[in-house]
């Protein structure tokens, strides 16, 4: 029985009938144009391009992989596609070292391929959001070669923050800061100077400071608008406008400064004289194209980011950080409602990304001990052996709380196999690790790739169905069980349950709002959306009644209206 359907009283009556669910693609297309304000309460399906589908078999995912996929991501329901980068990379870090923002990596097609993809996703209703990294770019970047050929002191090398080096030949570093992957931020050169680069060796930080870099990042955002891009996703928003003396801070000294608009690296007030310029770019366009900052950044200073006059959209990584407790997320959804208001924009929710592990195996694994820790962090250095994961309290939670999230007024940001239900490949050999963070980090960081292997198609085959070749992460065997092919036809997969939820939730919206009603329990969350539409969320070990009315969705069987325990539902209340 499918877990969107309960065996219940005559009260809570069988729902079967999804209106909206076979809305044919000219309809759904013609939607496109229309509305300017898609993106409030918009699902949006995040593509790692080089892990979704390889259509030419090198095991590689790419462009054409994602068109072969399009009926599948109508099917599944979803408003708009976010492509994390598919431009010239080295992957020194996945693609977020770009090395030409304006074209697409032969690896993974060409412009003629991204045309051909976008013309495909629009015909079947699909927005299209693209990933812009500018805070740095690849040491491969035209720009960067040029720089180094380039004396001291010259326009090439002003493009991007290189300083004089520290002792009689510039042979110190300028500042002993760290990477976000570890080791030093700053590189040598040769020449006595040493150019900044907060995350990895190969990612040079551009000087927003000089005019030519803000110039051509608003012909980037021209060149992909005038392609049909829908929107942008902005990489470090919080780290491009930069401000150093003569002195740098020493790291301990950098780490104590407060981030209220005046850090030298972070959450700078002047970010914000950028985004205005980008703003005025959006709005040129009919109808306006839109944006979701990337913006790690104390709760009161997001708002800005997603000010109309600014992105217009932020992310909040809350529940993505938060355990699986129903105190903290009744604290974050009401917090994060206010703060939308406060902006005028509407909120996003995310459980998972390309960078964290994925809440199946989050939810299974035992709470941190501190919300320092990284999520999984003991557990991904032990191989996926220590602690004990339980899979399959994991998977249940992870339904759950997905189910309550999809509820939520705002933004669905959904991370590609989620709606399979896939766990973290945590048992990847060294020797076959992509992410930079695991080689500058080792025995400490063991990195991001076990969330970024390549999605199962099919139940079996060297790459389950990504391609015909094998995939570029190691797939592990029980990928197959995971796959769409065994889900497809399960109405009590977890795929079944996203594709029920995504249909009724385009059908159920209304308002941006909620209003919580008290269950008597901690461990149980309510609250109801406009039109009657109820959503619980059980976190607890005993059973919940759930209200009077027609059961539309839940995330395990229900029996007799009764709400298990560490499961959600939604209600359509009775009349």
Not at 87 to 94: E, F, H, M, N, Q
Not at 240 to 259: I, M, N, R
Not at 447 to 473: E, K, M, N, Q, Y
């Amino acid at each position: 029985m499918c877990a969107g359907v309960s065996r219940h009283r005559k009260e809570w009556r069988l729902v079967t009938d999804l209106q909206g669910r076979t809305t044919g693609t000219d309809e759904r297309a013609e939607v496109l144009g229309v509305d300017p304000t898609w993106w409030r309460q918009a699902a949006v399906y995040q593509i790692y391009p080089r892990s979704f589908a390889d259509a030419n078999g090198d095991g590689l995912g790419d462009l054409p992989g994602i068109t072969s996929r399009v009926p599948y991501l109508r099917e599944l329901g979803i408003d708009a596609v976010w492509l994390s980068p598919f431009y010239p990379s080295a992957l020194a870090d996945g693609g977020y070292d770009v090395d030409d923002y304006r074209n697409v990596d032969p690896r993974l097609g060409t412009l003629e391929d991204f045309d051909e993809m976008a013309a495909a996703l629009h015909a079947a209703g699909i927005r299209i959001i693209v990933d812009i990294v500018p805070n740095h770019s690849s040491d491969r970047h035209e720009w960067f070669v040029e720089a180094l050929a380039s004396p001291k002191g010259s326009a090439a090398r002003n493009r991007y923050i290189f300083r004089d080096g520290l002792g009689e030949n510039g042979e110190i570093a300028p500042a002993d800061w760290t990477s976000a992957f570890g080791g030093p931020a700053w590189q040598a050169v040769g020449d006595g100077q040493w150019y900044m680069h907060y995350f990895a060796t190969e990612q040079p930080d551009f000087n927003w400071d000089n005019p030519e870099v803000r110039a051509d990042f608003v012909k980037t955002l021209r060149f992909w608008s005038d392609r049909g891009v829908d929107g942008f996703r902005i990489d470090v928003a919080h780290g491009l406008a930069k401000k150093f003396g003569d002195t740098l801070p020493s790291q301990a000294e950098l780490d104590a400064l407060p981030k209220d608009g005046g850090h030298p690296l972070w959450d700078r007030d002047e970010v914000h004289d950028i985004y205005a310029e980008w703003r005025a770019v959006f709005n040129s366009y009919d109808p306006p194209r839109t944006a979701v900052a990337e913006a790690w950044v104390d709760a009161a200073r997001r708002p800005r980011y997603a000010s109309p006059e600014g992105l217009g959209q932020a992310f909040n990584f809350d529940l993505l950080e938060a355990e699986f407790d129903a105190d903290e997320f009744r604290q974050i959804v009401a917090d994060n409602l206010a703060l939308a208001a406060a902006s005028g924009s509407s909120t996003t929710w995310v459980l998972s990304n390309h960078d964290v592990v994925r809440h199946p195996s989050r939810y299974g694994l035992p709470r941190r001990s501190s919300k320092t820790i990284k999520h999984g962090a003991e557990w991904l250095l032990s191989g996926g052996t220590e602690p004990d994961l339980d899979r399959e309290l994991g998977l249940r939670r992870a339904r759950a709380a997905s189910l309550f999230m999809l509820g939520l007024p705002g933004s669905a940001y959904i991370y590609q196999g989620e709606e399979l239900g896939l766990h973290e490949v945590a048992d990847i050999p060294d020797s076959e690790r992509q992410d930079p963070s695991f080689f500058r980090n080792p025995g400490v960081d063991i990195g991001r790739d076990g969330c970024r292997v390549p999605i199962p198609w099919t139940r079996a085959g060297s790459s389950f169905g990504f391609g015909a070749g094998d995939a570029h992460l190691p797939q592990p065997s029980w990928f197959g069980a995971s796959s769409v092919e065994a889900e497809e036809g399960d109405p009590d997969s977890t795929l079944s349950l996203y594709r029920r939820a995504f249909a009724l939730r385009r059908e159920l919206q209304g308002a941006e709002t909620l209003e919580w009603v008290e269950t008597g329990r901690a461990d149980v969350l309510h609250y109801v959306r406009p039109n009657g539409w109820h959503v619980l969320l059980n976190f607890g070990a005993e059973p919940f009644e759930l209200p009077a009315g027609d059961v539309l969705v839940s995330s395990v069987v229900l029996d007799a209206g009764i709400l298990a325990p560490e499961s959600a539902a939604w209600v359509r209340a009775a009349a």
